[in-house]
């Protein structure tokens, strides 16, 4: 029987002034009456930075790691898994949030930012025990 585990990612300041700033870009251009032109970056910018809030999600399975963010969909199987440490890069990534891991192996690297941070640890630790904790994870795994 298949167990899997979803954690959402977490949702920072990163993400939310930007998307802030583009509803109020929407809502100025059209404060003097609807125009399709001007209301169609904004709008694309908006409902592409929904479906990004609404998608991005961590699975952890019995055979491994999906990431899923928009257009994006990656797997790592657990066997690959080498490390994990914490980051704060600024480079693109199925992120939400500036607080991030870095999860690194044989299929290179991945930065998440998942919302139950001790879970996500313990769901990876429990499928791949060879995983190495750095920065002070190991400490979630600690019970």
Known sequence: MSQEQRFRSAVGW???IPALFVGVALVVSQAQGFNP???LAPGV????MRWLYVSTVYTVTERGLRVQAGPLNRWAEAAQLERVRPTTTVL???????????????????VVSPQDRAGFIRALKR???????EGGLDSFTAA
Do not use: M, W, Y
């Not at 910018?45 to 592409?48: D, R």
């Not at 499928?127 to 904790?133: E, F, M, V």
């Open 45 to 48: 910018s908006l409902a592409f």
């Open 92 to 110: 693109s990534a199925p992120a939400l949030s500036l607080d991030r891991l870095e999860i690194t192996g044989t299929f290179g690297s991945l």
């Open 37 to 39: 032109v001007s209301a």
């Open 14 to 16: 990163s993400f939310k």
């Open 127 to 133: 499928i791949a025990p060879q995983l190495r904790l």
